[in-house]
């Protein structure tokens, strides 16, 4: 059985990169459209691949650091060598290590992969928008679907390829049970996948925002030239930010929501072994696996009409994805899930995982209420706007925060829901019901089904946004830029919608990982830890866990502030010193801008990194010297440490996406016309919000959802240095 | 013993009041100025009182319904009847529910009698000024005393007083431990003062950042008047929001702090009761004792120079309270704290309460550095307004958000530190180290020992604000505004201090209050509870708590936004219908825009504060249904609701008050000169921060201190509903 599955889990996903591949040489063969448009699109493809190979550079070498103190922390600095033969500190070691480099390695690789193709895909689709609106979007799609299946696929290959490989290395003493032991030998792709994300998302999302505040204050504000104006120096530089920041920073993202919720889950489902042998710890892999298959179908039979509401297209694709990933589950439960004593448990867990599709549904009609200005949320804001920005930011500061609300209900009724279904499935373990834990983890993975589709639909933003900008700066006639214009607008809700799906997933998933996490301790300790908040030292690790959120935030919203600054003297500078560029007769240095901004990200994503990398680090060695007496103090603070970080994460996270997507909307909104439209004083002050909001929906926001999963894997990859 | 603590406590208690009755008369002997000076004084002490008359109605009716719902659920509808003949059902509702209705009383009339001295010393101060500016310190800080003093020496007679009363009605059958059920019966006392409190900064922190909201955009941005110009007709409201808001709020919001920490000291006193008998009990209230005579003494020196700062005298009367306050403390404790076999435990103690002394004076510092334009973070808010409001905003919350970190930072270390100092005093209880919950509560103890002198300099605020506007409206000569004007600028840092004051000694109960609830569930259920976060339901009753912040939050700055704009809309109404208003020629009608506050206000105050009133009953409920075989899962989901609504609650508290200091400086840096100084365009920036600050550090901020505290205090009272 276990190599049936794994013929299954290496086929489909090597199966999906082909189909990437396809699609890719699909896209390529589109026309390419004008030599005016070829020239920009040039542009932001030097621009983009230049600044990915420098961060690629900085993350590399920060990564080689890690590894070697991962190396050395597990294989010489680990004191208590536990009886387990692999748990051996050589052994370990080499593994954590390894497996720690390749998922790095596989993340950078995911991303560069996903930038490469949607840098060559805005340009086609422009080219297609003078045709027709359906070849442009389903260009855009396409491409973005690249991203999206090499993205998930790569992350089921990583991990199931190690699983297989570590399936022929059996120590001869411990054959039976050496499936359930390869899950935490892994840990360390899950570690490296989010390590690479949380440096890609923070640089990406602190260059996008300090390009796109820099261009807009000084070009929209001071200049008062439009968006996208050739004049202004730092157009290209915020083209070039959609796509290093949502393309290769979110990509990133669900690159190691999947790599480490997969890993998560195969925790727990090592805790079920006696029931469902090495299915259960599979089965989370074979999910993601109907996934990929369901996304394929569902990206392919995206069409639209001229006149209909390219939204609609989208959304009929994410139901088709949703409603097949269904029925494939419901095979593979009845299939996999059967436990002797246990008659009912398949329908159980399928009850689970449309639990977690459900959620997944749940949270983008969430996302689209508090976000879209067909909604009081947004609409209050745009009413707010009339007397002044300040009553603007108030009003979307209330928005945001009042936004977290119905979210958490949606997780809150999906943990408690699915671990009771779970827990009533007839599972034991230990002579006590124990499905519970097995069934937030197959609700997690039920939400993570349709990531393939969901990823593509986020893509489309960054390409559909680049294409307006390429069609605007070469001066396309006004019937195409319409066209562009309403596939843009569908990318802001696909972004936004991207965000509440990363962010519902992340929350769902923060249980089932720290619940792995526990077990791990177990897995040293032999003993189960309990995390008592009653303890003053867990309190504390708690109270440090929900300011590390407050500080993270402050220091990526400060990033993005001064990197915006040193744009916006340099764009003051050049046309100050170049007057004809506002007159058209000279060109600017779109270069230096690049250049200027690629510099500030890489620099100021340093610090907020090295943060959550050290402090759950020293918070664990910190009370592991206080505990004295009570050996698990280190483990239990950190656990507290972790979860109180995670649910403050969540909130704070919900916040800033929605409180930033509702700012821009409300913009959007006047500018249809209502309150006095463009340039009117409530557009002045709404611009004002929208502003603010930008580095809120796309550098802190997206941050933090890194920032919880980075938090949870690293305790999980050090859980043996705070025992 | 027993009555020689009474007597101590109940005297010192009596003996504030009656000089707390001293010094109002001293005040109100001072002069009253020039007719005109009357005549404004006159409309803010009509205004204040007509609102708070009509607030102490509103919440009226809304005690009596909570004081009912107590008496039917402790009486009637709690079913296991525990075997403990004072928990009998009838006697525990009738204890509980009296002592709510008398905390809820004491609390008002301390409030209504703060207000009433500050609202007639504002006109004295005025007419002080005139003559000399120690003078006017010392009626200022005078005036602030009677409400410090007042507040403390009333929670504290409440308190002391019951415990009095109910020590002579010992049931036959249990003599010798009735003291150690005391404290259970009076929990009721902190739950209606803290009822109170919500209300009260609620309502008045809405009220006063409406009417200052709303006069500020309607009149300086719209009309282009200087702030307290007589011919705004919401200035009179803005002057009596001054005095609802912060003085009335605070001092309900002080008030409950040191009836609930009391109690919550007293219960973790009971622990000890075999070590230190009925003195462990006590000893908070002695320490609260103590602290009223050092802050008389501390009031009582406090004089300025002309020429010299007024803040050096305030913080020399400050230190001169706290060195004081350490004297007795020590004395108290090596005459109080002697338990058998223990002969270091005095002194253990006695530092824990010095950990409490010395994170007071962190504290100060902390909200200094970043409140004060002196320092790195209100600098960095002016130089980011440079390019504008959103770049303020970002900066703003950025420097918001980081400065939850040293004060964080502080708690912890005061936390730690004192637990593990009182687990080394050698107190046993059970055979283990036992001393460290009481610890901490011993540090908080410290930290609230100096109320009684930071609430004076708290009500220094709002009065030496309504003395400059009187000065102002009354058109005095330049150098008598320039000594109100010093004042004022003293009285905004004094406010600040308090907030963040408040809000350390919230931090530092919270783990006492906690500690107190899970050792009430215990005095119920018999056995130790644990909070577990690793249990599902208290994670999703942890992310519950933490949402319910955000949510509040939310509330609290829509209440202001949506109350500032019928202000807005009422005085472009009477300046549209009455020109003669701008000229000079016509009166603006002031009552009206005082009763559009007052109906916004109370009406705005309704949903947050039942929000957080039904909460957490709720979770307890839902969570004891769902509980099944897990017998305690209610009240342990309430327990991580609470922890974590806690954790939350401090760093937003913490966020919003320093945010929201730090905007309303940035604007008075600018205003001194720098970057252009007053009607620069930075200038505007930094008056969009101040007002989006406005609701964060008077409204949003100060309502978590109180919400923090209900909550601890709802679920202690409601406890056995959850059992």
């Known amino acids: 059985m276990q190599s049936t599955l794994l013929y299954i889990i290496l086929g489909s996903s090597i199966g999906a990169l082909a189909f990437a591949v396809a699609l890719a040489r699909w896209v390529l063969a589109r026309g390419t459209g004008t030599p005016e448009m070829r020239k920009i699109s040039d542009a932001i493809q030097e621009g983009a691949e230049a600044y990915l190979a420098r961060q690629y550079k900085t993350i590399s070498v920060l990564a080689v650091l890690v590894a070697v103190a991962l190396a050395v922390g597990y294989g010489i600095l680990r004191t208590s060598a536990p009886t387990d033969p692999v748990s051996e500190r050589g052994v370990l070691a080499f593994y954590i290590t390894l497996s720690f480099l390749l998922g790095a390695l596989s993340s950078g690789i995911a991303g560069f992969m996903g930038m490469w193709v949607s840098i060559r895909t805005n340009i086609r689709v422009a080219a297609a928008a003078t045709t027709s609106l359906n070849a442009a979007l389903q260009t855009a799609l396409r491409g973005g679907a690249v991203s999206g299946l090499f993205t998930v696929a790569m992350s089921l290959l990583g991990v199931g390829g190690l699983f297989t490989i570590l399936s022929f290395l059996s120590p001869p003493s411990m054959v039976a049970e050496w499936p359930t032991k390869i899950p935490f030998l892994i840990l360390g792709y899950g570690f490296g996948a989010s390590f690479v994300a949380l440096f890609a998302q923070l640089g990406g999302g602190i260059y996008t925002k300090a390009a796109d505040v820099g261009a807009d204050l000084v070009g929209k504000v001071e200049a008062g030239i439009p968006e996208d104006d050739p004049r202004n120096p730092a157009v290209i530089a915020d083209l070039v930010g959609d796509n290093v920041g949502d393309c290769a920073g979110r990509g990133a993202d669900l690159f190691e929501s999947t790599a480490a919720e997969n890993i998560g889950a195969m925790i727990l489902g090592v805790l079920l072994y006696k029931s469902f042998g090495v299915n259960g710890i599979l089965f989370p892999l074979v999910i993601m696996s109907l996934g990929l298959l369901a996304s394929i179908i569902g990206v392919m039979v995206v069409k639209t009409k001229e006149d209909a509401d390219p939204m609609d297209a989208l959304n009929r694709g994410y139901y088709v994805t949703a409603a097949i990933v269904s029925v494939l589950i419901f095979v593979a439960c009845k299939w996999l899930l059967n436990a002797p004593g246990a008659p009912d448990a398949w329908w159980h867990f399928f009850l689970c995982a449309m639990v977690g599709v459900a959620t997944s549904i749940a949270f983008v009609f969430i996302t ?244 959550v990398l050290f402090f759950p680090i020293v918070v664990g060695l910190a009370f592991k010297e206080l505990g004295g007496s009570d050996a698990h103090l280190g483990a239990e603070a950190v656990a507290g440490f972790l979860m109180i970080a995670t649910v403050v994460g969540i909130l704070m996270a919900v916040f800033l996406n929605n409180g930033g997507g509702a700012w821009d909307n409300a913009k959007k909104y006047i500018e249809t016309g209502v309150l006095g439209g463009k340039k009117s004083d409530p557009h002045k002050a709404a611009v004002v919000g929208d502003t603010v909001g930008d580095p809120f929906k796309d550098t802190a926001g997206p941050s933090l959802h890194v920032l919880i999963k980075l938090l949870s894997t690293i305790t999980l990859v050090l859980a043996p240095l705070f025992i």
Chains 1, 2 share one sequence.
Do not use: H
């Open 368 to 611: 689209q209420y508090y976000t879209e200005y067909r909604y009081r949320p947004v609409k209050a804001i745009a009413d707010a706007s009339k007397t002044g920005p300040a009553t603007n930011i108030i009003m979307g500061l209330s928005v945001g925060m009042e936004s977290t609300v119905l979210p958490v209900f949606a997780i809150a009724i999906a943990l408690v829901a699915s671990y009771m279904l779970g827990g009533s499935s007839g599972i034991v373990i230990d002579g006590k019901p124990g499905g519970g834990l097995y069934g937030t983890a197959v609700a997690t993975m039920g939400m993570l089904g349709t990531a393939g589709y969901i990823l593509a639909m986020d893509v489309f933003g960054p390409i559909t946004d680049n294409a307006g900008g390429i069609i605007e700066m070469s001066k396309q006639p006004e019937a195409i830029r319409e066209k562009t214009d309403r596939l843009d607008a569908v990318g802001n809700t696909t972004k936004a919608l991207t965000k509440g799906y990363a962010i519902g997933s992340a929350a769902l998933a923060a249980f089932l990982l720290f619940s792995a996490y526990l077990d791990e301790v177990k897995n040293y300790t032999g003993v189960e830890m309990k995390v008592e908040l009653s303890k003053p030292q867990v309190f504390v690790a708690a109270l440090l866990g929900g300011m590390l959120v407050f500080w993270f935030t402050s220091l990526a919203l400060r990033a993005v502030s001064r990197a915006a600054q040193s744009v916006i003297t340099e764009v003051r500078r050049q046309f100050k010193e170049k007057p004809g560029i506002m007159l058209g007769t000279d060109q600017p240095d779109y270069g230096r801008c690049v250049d200027i901004v690629t510099i500030g990200a890489l620099k100021a994503m340093v610090l907020p990194g090295a943060l």
